[in-house]
Structures are given as structure tokens and as C-alpha cells.
């Protein structure tokens, strides 16, 4: 048997690029971590690994404790892992799902290519930088009362509809069509609701941002086409979350479970790991506010969207229907959604943990948007600003092998401390211009040190092992032209 | 009392010693001021916060929350933190102050929240110290 060496961990391949650590002790299943070696020097270099066994300790957790090629360490539940739990026995884990609940990504197509934009790209991101707010402290594209965000958490982008800030197209193309059923604002704390009220239709900083982009490579035409994705074709991606308001939930949420369920915290190796048992009144409540959060985020992506719309009629002087600015799709990677599974033959009912993980259900699931399902889903994979992004759709093992999922991201590989004091914001941002053509606005010079390219890895490896396995294959490849950040 | 800030794949975290408790979580507050800002004005208003919680680890945990939220609603960033840490009955609890730098006066990145992952408070020869990651 070939396995592979990761100091106190040794790890047994079953197949090309699926690695095992056996259960043993107090693991309820074995862990997989879906990844090529060089992936794999990478996960093994920080905590991922003792994370991802630790989370194979949660009660009711099935099949395997999952990590994606893109994992890294993360806090209590690594970054990148996926967590199938049965939701009658099992539990719901607010740190497995993270602090940005449904934090994720967008992509708006255009009828634009890459020539329209040449030589203009300095005046189109200045637009959109001025138009978007980032960053911390830079409020949001609407400023809302109690009652208004109430309504945003309970409805959704239908909210946004009926606000004028979306059109219905816009709903038929987002996971859930842009409204998580179940939310409950009641569950949701004024703290919350005190942060989330000044900051909805914000980037947020970090590794968030909004990046114009240009298709450079397609790999399944006839997946593309019904994506609606050619060769040269200008697409905007956004990347950000639900913000101060999913931040507060998951901690609030943390706390209360951690006081309520001791006896069960004190089964489990980390703390950050607190979780509620499936039917308890915090696992509910917990749900109905992280759902609640969920339906904040899709508005807050919704409200930038609709600025981008208009930033673009501004610049090319055409309304935006014109230019066919579409939503592509939208996918949520921290997220824990009640799904029914394939165990051991049987439907069951779980709740599915992402955690820096995107759904990737494939052609012919009924949870796939008509207009995709019979292609599968659109599933977006952002690089760093200096690398491509990729578009991918659910693969066909997907549901198998990782409960209808693949990775998010390219996934860290440096730390920000170290980045900033190797990389120098201008200095990067020179070079992306100079070299490669990318102009990139940030409100924090230190947040694009932080995200310079080279402390991200290697998104090609990533989406290759991801397309390999058939748990997202490849369509399309994109590349930065602007992008602006926090 | 002092921090330094140290070494995450993803995030970020603060190391911090004090004399005592109240001290070395005031130090871990600036710590995490400076995970945001390096260089901050001598300007802003000080205002006060209170927490209380159960256990001292977890008090800590309130108290960066506390701020997080603070720093979100007034829109200041935190800084030149103080704070007093006291048992009454069975709970914690720490008074603190803060200068808060308004946001709009300086370029700052987001921490999103405090974590328990890889926390650490514990007594030293000298004190306390403190090592705490916070969600980037």
C-alpha cells in the first residue's frame, strides 16, 4: 500500500489523488483529503490535517471527514472541509460552517470583450472603486432600519426584487433562487442586526473582492455555451459574505452553544469545534439564523451587482441589459444546508457542513437550477489577483465521493504576517499593471501585500485534481483585467 | 505588556504578555488593534466597555468580541486599550476602556472575529500571557 508521510499523520492512498487517515480513537469515520502530492506537501505543512480529524470526532458525522485539494488550516474546522452529519442524531457546528456564513461568489456575464475594455481599464476601475464601498468602516450601498433588515433576512433577494435592485432573471439564476427558506430574523441578535444594518452591499476586506475578468480558455464548448461563456468575453466576479451580521451570528451562536452543551464540548478535541444536537432548540434557532444570514449575503452580492450594472452603463455609455450583463450563478462556500445523501443505500437527511467548500451537484440533481440542470451546476473558483479564476460544473462522482462538493479557492499557502513582510502593496500593484496588464485599487496597501499572488496555491493543481476526480469539471478559465478590493 | 502579532496560514494571531490580567488583555486588544492598522493618529474619543462571562477564557473571548462590535457600530478602530479584570461570584469580569480612532481617518483591513482555536491564557513566571487567533 502507498501512503504517505505527514509526521505523526501517515496517510493511505485508496486511489489517484484520494487520501485516508484510518479511523482510530475517538474518530467516529475515517478522514479523506482529496489531493496530488505536491496539494497534499501543502496541507500537511499546517493544522489541516490534526483539523480535519478533529472534525471526524462530531457525533453523526458519515462516510468521512473531508478535506478539498485547496484545504488549509483554518480554526477548529480546517478551511476547505466538508462534514456530512445526520440531522435527526447528529449535530450542527456554527465553527464548521465559519464566521462569514455564506460567504462566496458571484459572476455577472457581459456581452463585452476584452478589446472594448483595452485602454480603458484605468478609468473603469477607478469607477467601480469609487462606486462599491470596501474595506473597514466604508458603509454599504444602502443603509437600512430594523424593519427594512428584517426583511432582507427573511426574504432574500426577493427583497431586492421588489426594491428594484434585482429582476427575476436574477433570482433563477442563484443557488435557492436567491431565498434560503427557514430564516428566522427573531433568531438573529440586535448586535447582529446592529452590525449588518450599516454595511449591506459591502466588499468587506481581505481576501474579498470584485475583479473584472476576461474568458482566456474554454474547456467544454457545449457546457460553456449553455453557461453562456465564449472565448475573450469581459465577466465580473464578486467575492464577499454576509459581513458583520454572519460574523456575529456564528459567534453569538458559539458562545450560547458552548454554555448550553458542555457536556458535548467536552467530547470534542477544540473548542471551536461547539455544536448542538440535531432537534435541540439552539440547533434550530442556530439554523434559522445562519439561514437568515445566508439570504443577508445573497443580498449583499445582489446590491453590488446592481452598482456594477450601473458603473458599466456609466463607462460604456449602454444600458446594462444591452450588454447583457446576466447572472451567471451564485454559490455560497460556508454554508450548512439540511440536504438528502446516498448512506449506504439509503436517503438520509443531512446537514452538510462547507467550509471553504462549494456545492458541485451535477446534471439531473432537482436542486439544480432549471436553466442548469441539464449541464450541472455552475460552480465558481476564484485565483488570486494575479492568476486565473476558474468556472467549473458539478461533476458526476460529486455526490459520492464528497456529498456534492469541490473546493472554493485557490487556498492560502503563506501567512499574512510573512506576505507583508516580503511583498510591498505598491510594489505589487505596479507589477500586475506593468506585467500582466491588471489594475488593481485597494482602500488598504497591507491587504494587497496580504493577497499578493505568490502566497496563494497553485489554482491550476487545484481545478485539475478537482476536474480528475469528477467532482467539478473544468468549463472555462478566466484572467484579471481590474480588480478592487478592501 | 506587550504583543507581538505571529504567524497564521489563513488569519491572524496575537501573542500578548502583561503583568496582569487586566494588562494582558488590554495588550491583546491593542494586539489585534495592530492586526488591522499599523500606523493610527493620536486622535479620537476613549470610550468605555464592560463584559462578564463565566470562565476567564472565555471572558477574553467577550471582551475582542465586545470590540469588534464596538469598533463596527461607532465607527472607530479600538486602540491604547485599558482594561481591569476581576472575579465577582461565580462570573468574570473585565472593565475596559478604548481610544477610538475614527475609521475614516486612517486605511484599516477587517477582523472579522475572535477565535477560541489555539487559545492560550495562562500564568507566566512574569505574568500572563496570551496567544489568540483572529478570523481574517
Redesign the interface.
Known amino acids: 500500500m502507498t501512503t504517505y508521510d505527514a509526521g505523526e499523520f501517515t496517510l493511505e492512498k485508496v486511489r489517484e489523488y484520494v487520501w485516508e487517515l484510518p479511523q482510530e480513537g475517538e474518530m467516529r469515520v475515517p478522514a479523506r483529503v482529496l489531493a496530488s502530492e505536491a496539494l497534499l506537501d501543502e496541507i500537511s505543512d499546517?493544522l489541516s490535517l490534526q483539523q480535519l480529524k478533529n472534525t471526524s470526532h462530531l457525533p453523526g458525522i458519515q462516510k468521512y471527514a473531508i478535506a478539498m485539494p485547496d484545504a488549509?488550516?483554518?480554526?477548529?474546522f480546517p478551511?476547505g472541509g466538508v462534514a456530512g452529519i445526520d440531522a435527526e442524531d447528529g449535530v450542527i457546528s456554527p465553527?464548521a460552517v465559519?464566521?462569514?456564513i455564506n460567504c462566496g461568489v458571484r459572476m455577472l456575464k457581459t456581452d463585452l470583450e476584452y478589446s472594448d475594455i483595452q485602454g480603458r481599464e484605468e478609468e473603469l476601475v477607478d469607477a467601480l472603486f469609487e462606486a462599491i464601498p470596501a474595506?473597514?468602516?466604508g458603509g454599504g450601498v444602502v443603509q437600512t432600519d430594523v424593519e427594512t433588515l428584517e426583511d432582507v433576512l427573511e426574504r432574500g433577494v426577493d427583497w431586492a426584487l421588489e426594491e428594484g435592485y434585482a429582476v427575476e432573471d436574477d433570482l433563477a439564476h442563484c443557488e435557492d433562487e436567491g431565498v434560503r427558506p427557514g430564516a428566522d430574523a427573531a433568531a438573529v441578535s440586535k448586535?447582529a442586526k446592529?452590525?449588518g444594518r450599516?454595511?449591506l452591499g459591502s466588499l468587506?476586506?481581505?481576501?474579498h473582492f470584485l475583479e473584472v475578468q476576461r474568458v482566456t480558455d474554454v474547456y467544454r464548448d457545449d457546457v460553456a455555451e449553455s453557461f453562456g461563456l465564449e472565448e475573450d468575453q469581459i465577466v465580473v466576479l464578486i467575492h464577499c459574505g454576509s459581513r458583520?451580521l454572519g460574523?456575529?451570528v456564528?459567534?453569538d451562536y458559539?458562545?450560547e452553544i458552548?454554555?448550553t452543551h458542555q457536556g458535548l464540548l467536552n467530547e470534542l478535541p477544540?473548542?471551536?469545534l461547539a455544536a448542538a444536537p440535531a432537534g435541540s432548540h439552539l440547533a434550530e434557532e442556530y439554523y434559522a439564523a445562519m439561514n437568515a444570514a445566508i439570504n443577508f449575503a445573497w443580498v449583499n452580492r445582489q446590491l453590488i451587482m446592481h452598482r456594477t450594472r450601473e458603473v458599466f452603463a456609466d463607462v460604456f455609455d449602454r444600458d446594462w441589459r444591452d450588454m447583457e450583463m446576466d447572472l451567471l450563478y451564485d454559490v455560497a462556500h460556508n454554508i450548512a444546508k439540511k440536504e438528502a445523501h446516498d448512506i449506504d443505500g439509503e436517503d438520509r437527511e443531512l446537514f452538510v457542513h462547507r467550509k471553504g467548500a462549494t456545492r458541485a451537484f451535477p446534471a439531473g440533481h432537482p436542486e439544480v437550477p432549471a436553466a442548469y440542470r441539464d449541464v450541472g451546476q455552475p460552480i465558481i473558483i476564484p485565483g488570486s489577483m494575479g492568476a486565473g479564476s476558474y468556472i467549473l460544473r458539478g461533476g458526476e462522482h460529486s455526490m459520492e465521493e464528497t456529498f456534492g462538493s469541490t473546493a472554493h479557492g485557490a487556498g492560502?499557502?503563506?501567512?499574512?504576517?510573512?506576505a507583508k513582510d516580503i511583498y510591498w502593496g505598491e510594489d505589487v500593484q505596479d507589477d500586475l499593471q506593468d506585467h500582466q496588464q491588471i489594475y488593481v485599487r485597494a482602500?488598504?496597501?497591507?491587504?494587497v501585500a496580504?493577497e499578493a499572488p505568490g502566497v496563494y496555491k497553485d489554482v491550476d493543481e487545484v481545478v485539475r485534481v478537482s476536474d480528475a476526480l469528477g467532482i467539478g469539471d473544468r468549463v472555462a478559465r478566466t484572467f484579471p483585467v481590474c480588480n478592487i478590493k478592501? | 505588556m506587550s504583543f507581538e502579532l505571529r504567524d497564521h496560514t489563513a488569519d491572524v494571531a496575537v501573542e500578548a504578555t502583561g503583568e496582569t490580567l487586566g494588562g494582558v488583555f488590554a495588550a491583546t486588544a491593542d494586539g489585534m488593534a495592530g492586526a488591522m492598522c499599523e500606523t493610527v493618529p493620536t486622535t479620537g474619543d476613549r470610550f468605555e466597555c464592560a463584559v462578564t462571562a463565566e470562565r476567564r477564557d472565555a471572558l477574553l473571548f467577550d471582551y475582542l468580541d465586545e470590540l469588534i462590535y464596538q469598533r463596527d457600530v461607532r465607527g472607530v478602530l479600538p486602540v491604547d486599550n485599558r482594561a481591569t479584570v476581576e472575579k465577582s461570584g461565580d462570573d468574570w469580569s473585565v472593565d475596559a476602556s478604548a481610544r477610538g480612532v475614527p475609521l475614516e481617518t486612517i486605511s484599516a483591513r477587517e477582523i472579522k472575529a475572535v477565535t477560541y482555536s489555539e487559545m492560550v491564557l495562562e500564568t507566566t513566571e512574569d505574568g500572563w500571557h496570551v496567544y489568540v487567533v483572529l478570523d481574517v
Do not use: F, P, W
Open positions: 499546517d488549509h488550516q483554518g480554526y477548529g478551511v465553527g465559519g464566521y462569514d474595506g473597514l468602516g448586535k446592529d452590525r450599516q454595511q468587506g476586506s481581505g481576501n458583520g460574523h456575529q456564528c459567534t458559539l458562545r458552548e454554555q477544540d473548542k471551536e492560502r499557502l503563506m501567512s499574512r504576517t510573512e482602500e488598504s496597501g497591507a491587504t496580504e478592501g
